[in-house]
Nanobody, 121 residues
Framework: QVQIVESGGGLVQPGGSLRLSCAAS????????MGWYRQAPGKQREMVAL???????NYAEFVKGRFTISRDNAKNTVTLQMNSLNFEDTAVYYC???????????????WGQGTQVTVSS
């Protein structure tokens, strides 16, 4: 069993900040990538930021300079620091972990339950 648990969403005013955290636990032998996606009402899920176990990160254009992703490999956790939030950032944010549960398995994507981020005045 693998669990992906997120925390840290909420309501914030435009220009404010929030910090999302995610922890992967369970039977994991390899966890090369973790990241965040988001889905706004009526829109498709989109990538926000990804980070590999070497610390190399990749950001969507619409968050560059505002969001920072970081990872703790020892704890299998990933954090998304979100600054200068605007109305368009309102969405459900999902943590993603690409991992193997055993060395014979292929890599599969696992998702958290989602955490709501609402930017409103």
């Amino acid at each position: 069993q693998v669990q992906i648990v997120e925390s840290g969403g909420g309501l914030v005013q435009p220009g404010g900040s929030l910090r999302l955290s995610c922890a992967a636990s369970g039977s994991i032998v390899s966890l090369p990538a973790m990241g965040w996606y988001r889905q706004a009402p009526g829109k498709q899920r989109e990538m926000v930021a990804l980070v590999n176990n070497g610390g190399i990160s990749n950001y969507a254009e619409f968050v560059k300079g505002r969001f920072t992703i970081s990872r703790d490999n020892a704890k299998n956790t990933v954090t998304l620091q979100m600054n200068s939030l605007n109305f368009e950032d309102t969405a459900v944010y999902y943590c993603n972990a690409r991992l193997k549960k055993s060395w014979r398995d292929r890599f599969d994507d696992y998702w958290g339950q989602g955490t709501q981020v609402t930017v409103s005045s």
